[in-house]
């Protein structure tokens, strides 16, 4: 009985294994199968469908539901196209069918079919997950890619920290445990990612509270501020104020009072004998000045007919420097003729403040201009002497579509003096950077090129999604773009 036992023991034990190796297989087998029509874009649809699809749905090559499928002319099987063409491509089947091996077979597309695959309902490929979703196969893209799709969907984060994770729990990761989530920082307010502003920056932030360094009671001062704070600080080691006299003594400040009073005695010996040796230095410098008062009244006379000379001296080269320099004039005008005076006419508007390509200019007030998305203008230039006049618009908030996501950028070109002798139309390649505060390197540029504008007074150049606003707030030790609340932007024109 018991040996009877022991064998119906075994014999379950053997079959359960034996089950649990065919689901392997199974599973196993379908997982490469899948992996090797989805990896190439290949083969019939393999979901889990409510209700079993039709014999003359299924692929005779994949035995999956057919996937754009064909119908073949010789012996009237569908295949999926995908399929046919990789059989088309064997080099054991070349051009015969793959059902009835007839040679030079045909296919068409068989639409009826392919709208009667894309209406079966299937399961959500994340049944397994807990997604109970069910729907056409036309559907399925959708559900599993739409952001108001399957909340099982296995997606990559959208801050790109590279962590996997269902679409359910992406908000949560997003807001709170994601790395490069955006975060301000709690004592500045410089907004960065979080592995920054937890990280180096708090090293870096002048805000981020510190405890003294004399362990006095006090540890939330700013760090820009513990240089000042040991300055009052009663536990910082300080000199006795009469080391100047010769007392060497150091100790904590609170504790300098105590002994002042205990070295009183000492002090006032120290400053008696200070002053006499200042009384003895100041009787020697007394009678050394009265020696050089005395030579000063002899050579008074002398030093002064010397003067004198030297000042006529002085003055007859000046004399002659100035003839020779009025004849050196005369022979240039005798030989350039105009050309002293258009320079000196060309200098005067420079000084003036007549500025030309290429040139730098400054964005005040940055932070506001952007969150009010207010229009800046800057200062007029030319693009050459006697030029056009144009100036250089910024919307650091973005016009249009761009608004609050991009900063805008556009050239004008203003009524100048010089329009009514211009003889060529406005045209060439004109570019606009924005420049990188800490070194001279990575800054942001876009170029344009202009064909032809001599009568339009409007925008000539224009960039509306000139910098998002998330790399233009990007801040790290080797890029900063906008710095003081001030940017920098230099317009120029490139020379093909």
């Known amino acids: 009985r018991g040996a009877r036992l022991s064998a119906i023991l075994l014999w379950i034990t053997c079959q359960n294994v034996n089950q649990k190796i065919n689901v392997v297989r199974k599973v196993r087998g379908k997982v490469e199968k899948k992996e090797l029509y989805m990896a190439n874009c290949e083969g019939g649809y393999d979901y889990e469908f409510v209700d079993t699809p039709v014999d003359n749905l299924i692929c005779k090559i994949c035995h999956y539901p057919s996937r754009e499928p064909h119908l073949t002319l010789c012996c009237g099987h569908t295949f999926c196209n995908s399929c046919l063409q990789k059989a088309k491509k064997s080099t054991v089947l070349s051009s015969a069918c793959p059902m009835c091996r007839s040679d030079q077979f ?10 009667t695959v894309l209406s079966l309902r299937i399961r959500c490929t994340n049944t397994e997950g807990g997604c109970g979703w069910i729907g056409e196969v036309l559907d399925i893209t959708s559900h599993l890619q739409s952001s108001s799709g ?3 969907q296995e997606i990559e984060c959208s801050n790109s920290c590279g962590k996997i994770l269902q679409r359910r729990y992406l908000a949560d990761h997003v807001e709170t445990e994601c790395p490069c989530r955006r975060i301000g920082c709690p004592y500045c307010n410089l907004i960065g990612e979080y592995q920054f502003i937890d990280g180096r920056h708090k090293e870096e932030c002048s805000e981020f509270p510190t405890p003294c360094p004399n362990d006095c009671g006090i540890d939330n001062i700013p760090s820009k501020c513990i240089e000042g704070h040991r ?58 000045l009265s020696i050089v008062e005395k030579k000063l009244a ?11 000379e030297s000042h ?18 005369k022979l240039m005008d005798t030989i350039f003729g ?43 230039f030319y693009t050459h002497h006697n030029g056009y006049k144009i100036h250089l618009n910024v919307c650091a908030g973005g016009w249009d579509k761009s608004k609050g996501t991009y900063m805008s950028v556009y050239l004008y070109r203003m009524d100048g003096e010089y329009d009514s002798i211009l003889k060529s139309q406005l045209r060439g390649k004109f570019q606009v950077t924005i420049l990188n505060q800490i070194c001279d390197s990575g800054h942001h540029s876009a170029s344009y090129r202009v064909r032809a504008n001599k009568n339009d007074s409007r925008s000539f150049w224009n960039c509306e999604k000139f910098m998002s606003h998330r790399a233009l707030e990007e801040v790290s030790t080797a890029c900063q773009f906008v710095k003081d609340d001030c940017a920098f932007f230099k317009v120029d024109e490139l020379r093909s």
């Open 298 to 308: 002899t050579n008074n006379s002398e030093v002064l007919a010397q003067v004198v």
């Open 106 to 115: 045909t296919s068409v597309p068989n639409k009826q079919n392919e709208r």
């Open 150 to 152: 399957c909340k099982f």
């Open 231 to 288: 300055k009052e600080c009663p536990l910082e080691v300080v000199q006795c104020q009469y080391h100047n006299v010769g007392c060497e003594a150091k100790t904590t400040r609170k504790e300098m009072t105590e002994h002042d009073q205990e070295k009183m005695g000492e002090h006032l010996l120290l400053m008696k004998s200070a002053f006499i040796d200042v009384q003895g230095k100041l009787a020697d410098a007394e009678q050394r």
């Open 338 to 380: 105009e050309w002293p005076i258009k320079m000196h006419t060309q200098a005067a508007q420079l000084s003036s403040g007549e500025h030309l390509l290429p040139v730098i200019v400054k964005l005040p007030s940055f932070i506001i201009n952007k969150k009010n998305c207010v229009d800046w203008y800057s200062t007029p």
């Open 312 to 329: 006529c001296a002085m003055q007859k080269q000046v004399t002659n420097l100035e003839s020779a320099l009025e004849e050196k004039i």
